[in-house]
């Protein structure tokens, strides 16, 4: 039972073994070229720019959907973008006298947010892309001006948040990450 096991076991290696060296002959599947192993919660985790928006993707519960194996875009405010709106704190986060936060605000600011699938860049070059957030809400993405690719959010009843993308994204293993420069926070 114990040679079975090992004979199994060494099989299982050098199966694993040529497959990884197979990878690494071909290069890595088309879409994957340029992507950290590690998911979309730890990329976002270890980038000091994003710090707040961490603490608000682990207060709102969304954070183990972050490192999940189901892929998302996600237009992720930069620490400059949420401290552009000193309330954000105070609204958001819970306080000392609070014994837990407002889960369910965070849950709609962090969806709003978020798109299902992988939106790599070249989707949007050149032209404009209206996707849908988690949130139902409707997210354009306006890459006509290369230089300036703007995103706008459109609430029901009719509001219009703007944003602009800084950088290019981040992309793990489930994610595409925008860095964007506002946070958009709905009015209910």
Known sequence: MVMRRAVLASGISLTLAG????????????????RSYEDGFTVLASDRRFSTWVEILQLSGDAPY????VPYTMFAPTNAAIN???????????????????????LNLVREHVVTGLHPLDEFKGKKVTLRSVAGTPIEVDATNPQAIAVTWQSFEGQKAHATLEGPPILANNADIYPIDTIVLKRH
Do not use: C, H, W, Y
């Open 19 to 34: 497959l990884v060296t197979r990878v690494a002959a071909q290069g890595a599947p088309q879409g994957m070229q340029n």
């Open 66 to 69: 972050a490192r999940g194996v």
């Open 84 to 106: 552009k709106r000193p309330d954000i704190r105070e609204m958001l986060l819970p306080t000392a006298s609070q014994a837990f936060p407002d889960t369910t605000g965070l």
